[in-house]
């Protein structure tokens, strides 16, 4: 904890944390952690991104509109973390409410993961700050959300482990809400055992968040993981669909070298066809903003969030109080997500946009139950087997590109910046487990990093984790 801490002073710089501890506090969590016996974290700090509820440091979702929220609790996983002996680090910096996928879109100013010729690099987003704890050792692991990608694309860019749990294992109570049916908590850390350590101290059935899954869900998906008596070596499947002519050449050839070292150690490798992949990503951009402008209404200056100064409900009629609040508390993409979302939801567009893309997001986890050897533990019947190759795992690029400067993505239109998101959003539409792995090659003679994916079938979460261990 003390080399952690360091670390952090030694780091201020790239804006990693929105909020840290008193050291007397920190000194207070250690002697709590010492009095309730060794759990499995115990003695580990971990960051946790500001999206998170915790009653000890402010929740603010890097939003002008919680600049001043301090939850009167703890999120479940705080809670979990806590009684596994775990620290809280502090609050670490992220786009706002989760949108977006650099974390430049901060009430509190970008993060940066360190400069490349005197230009601040991109530490991916929109769990920026807590990818940066982990990789420059301010913590020993992290938590972040995802929900198209948040967890993964960061961890990518920043040469850590990014775990996301299958949907509905980890629960959401405490966390503050961008697209209910997409968000799930996930893991950063070095090592994928170290992400299996925090992810086993949090899986458990929580009945205050309605979709976590029940004690009879859970069993009947260990019954159907533990029937699978899976042949190593395994099956690897290659989606060709992910093979885009915009995909970054290094990215391309880092991809091909980990499935040439995963031959090599010999497991087969499949090319299997998602065909619906090319079109997961506008239903994901019509889905995500529709949840997330039901979700942001409540932040209207009166029952969450902050009152534009000035306005007075006595003097001015509400709407226009909440219109002052909300206009002055949201940032522009915020703003362009809610008001994407309004649309797409209102009675003229409701059939073309919002019905038609949840449509969508069913062909895309047929797509993946059809390629999986693994049946869907969720689902009675099986879609028709159109593969004859199925496999246990997938493996692909995390995403299309290397991390960018930060000046690079000044004037980047809205449309380029959703287009990173591509290899990432099929899983969070299917609700799968999946992990970014750091996969090592050399470039210009310095050694660097690229984010390989690792997909596994609903509930085949430790084997997605024991894959990506492998790499190590
Ligand atoms: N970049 C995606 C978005 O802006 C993913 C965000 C996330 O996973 N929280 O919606």
Redo the contacts with the bound molecule.
């Keep these: 904890a003390e080399r952690c801490v360091a670390a952090i002073a030694r780091t201020k710089h790239l804006n990693a944390f929105i909020s840290l501890p008193e050291e007397s506090a920190l000194l207070r969590q250690v002697q709590d952690a010492e009095t309730n016996g060794r759990g499995p974290l115990n003695g580990k700090l971990i960051a946790i991104k500001d999206n998170i509820c915790t009653s000890d440091l402010p929740t603010t979702a890097a939003s002008s509109i919680l600049k001043s929220f301090t939850s009167p609790y703890d999120a479940t996983v705080i809670k979990q973390l806590r009684a596994a002996g775990g620290l809280i680090a502090g609050k670490t910096n992220m ?1 706002e409410f ?4 650099h974390s430049t879109r901060s009430f509190f100013g970008e993060v940066a993961q360190g400069t490349r010729n005197n230009k601040r690099v991109s530490a991916g ?2 769990s920026g700050g807590s990818a940066v704890a982990v990789a420059s050792n301010n913590a020993w692991a992290a938590l972040g ?6 967890v993964r694309l960061p961890a990518a860019y920043t040469g850590t482990i990014g775990f996301k749990p299958s949907y509905g294992l980890i629960s959401r109570w405490g966390v503050i809400a ?1 697209a209910n049916s997409l968000d799930t908590v996930g893991v950063f850390a070095r090592s994928s055992q170290d992400a299996g350590t925090v992810f086993n101290a949090l899986n458990a059935h929580d009945p205050k968040d309605p979709t976590s899954l029940p004690a009879s869900t859970r069993s009947r998906i260990s019954s159907v993981v533990s029937k699978a008596s899976r042949k190593r070596p395994l099956r690897i499947g290659v989606p060709i669909e992910y093979n885009i002519a915009e995909l970054n050449p290094e990215v391309r050839a880092v991809w091909m070298q980990t499935l040439r070292m995963f031959a090599n150690k010999g497991h087969t490798i499949h090319p299997v066809s998602l065909p619906t992949t090319c079109h997961a990503l506008s239903a994901y951009y019509v889905l ?1 903003p529709a949840e997330a402008s039901s979700n942001l209404a409540k932040y209207d200056g009166v029952r969450y969030g902050s009152r534009a100064p000035g306005s007075d409900a006595s003097s001015e009629t509400k709407s226009v109080l909440f219109a002052k609040s909300r206009g002055e508390g949201f940032g522009d993409e915020v703003k362009r997500r809610i008001l994407l979302g309004a649309y797409t939801l209102s009675a003229e567009a409701i059939d073309n946009y919002f019905i038609q893309a949840q449509k969508v997001r069913r062909l895309v986890q047929h797509d993946f139950d059809r390629v999986f050897a693994l049946p869907n533990p969720l689902l009675d019947e099986q879609p028709a087997n159109g593969e004859n190759n199925q496999v246990d795992i997938l493996v692909c690029p995390t995403a299309p590109t290397l991390p960018p400067t930060l000046k690079s993505l000044e004037g980047q239109s809205p449309v380029d910046a959703y287009m990173n ?1 591509v290899f990432t959003v099929p899983a969070s539409l299917a609700g799968l487990p999946a992990v970014s792995i750091p996969v090592g090659y050399v470039v210009d003679g310095a050694a660097a990093t690229v984010g390989i994916q690792v997909i596994g079938q609903y509930g085949d979460d430790q084997l997605v984790l024991d894959f990506a261990s492998q790499y190590e």
């Design positions: 786009d989760g949108m977006g996928s987003g929109s959300t995802d929900t198209g990608g948040s961008y995500a998101d």
